[in-house]
């Protein structure tokens, strides 16, 4: 089973609708979480921290289900430059490195 | 300028051939990454290193070695390229935390 598992995609999505992708995690060890955005061809960057308590950042809302196991990113009212691949990015903590995700396309169309 | 830096950005070698990538960093973090991007297999960690005197393994480390010269390089070798090591290379750094990792613009490598 893959640490982290993400539909691939794309999400084909007109401007303005609201989308969500969704995440699961396998190690119950984890102990955060993040989304990244990478547009085609460039390097990954972080777009928010994911907390137990849930988190919004404008338009976007992440959250976090432990007993479950899945990190959900919610977008709304995208926009055209939302167009991107979405990471979903865990770290188990102390000296481990993060676990990528392949990664969630969307592509917004006007 | 730009935190992360590597060089070359593109390169195109001949199988058996040794290569070398570099990355350089002026955030001061200790912690450096190397990673391979092929399509629709995501980012696989090669090796990282915490701090000067620390090396580890990543999940696809053989065929590849590193050097730590300095807090701010880390340097990626393949000493006898195959095709199959064709893919975009990413160095990134972090801070003692570890959590938001910053990345270079990526190497292009392609081995014929």
């Known amino acids: 089973r893959k640490e982290v598992e993400q539909d691939p995609g794309p999400f084909n999505v007109p401007e303005g609708a609201t989308v969500a992708f969704n995440c699961t995690y396998s190690n119950s060890a984890s102990q955060s979480f993040f989304w990244y955005r990478q547009d085609c061809r460039k390097e990954p960057k972080l777009l928010m921290s994911?907390?137990?308590s849930g988190n919004e950042d404008g338009r976007f809302t992440a959250q976090l289900n432990r007993a479950s196991q899945y990190i959900s990113l919610l977008i709304r009212d995208s926009k055209l430059s939302d167009s991107a691949t979405y990471l979903c990015?865990?770290?188990?903590?102390?000296?481990?490195?993060?676990?990528f995700g392949k990664g969630t396309m969307l592509l917004v169309s006007p | 300028d730009a935190d992360v830096t590597q060089t070359p950005r593109n390169r195109i070698t001949k199988t058996g051939k040794r290569i070398m990538l570099e990355c350089s960093q002026t955030?001061?973090?200790?912690?450096m990454y190397w990673y391979r991007q092929d399509p629709g297999l995501g980012l696989q960690l090669i090796y990282y290193?915490?701090?000067?005197?620390?090396?580890n393994k990543g999940e696809i480390s053989d065929g590849y070695s590193v050097s730590r010269q300095a807090q701010a390089k880390f340097s990626l070798s393949l000493e006898s390229a195959i095709p199959n090591q064709t893919a975009l290379y990413f160095c990134?750094?972090?801070?003692?935390?570890?959590?938001?990792?910053?990345f270079g613009p990526g190497t292009r490598l392609t081995v014929l």
């Open positions: 990015v865990v770290n188990i903590g102390g000296y481990s490195t993060l676990t």
């Open positions: 994911v907390y137990s």
């Open positions: 955030k001061g973090h200790d912690r």
């Open positions: 990134a750094t972090s801070g003692p935390g570890g959590n938001e990792q910053f």
């Open positions: 290193s915490f701090d000067v005197k620390d090396i």
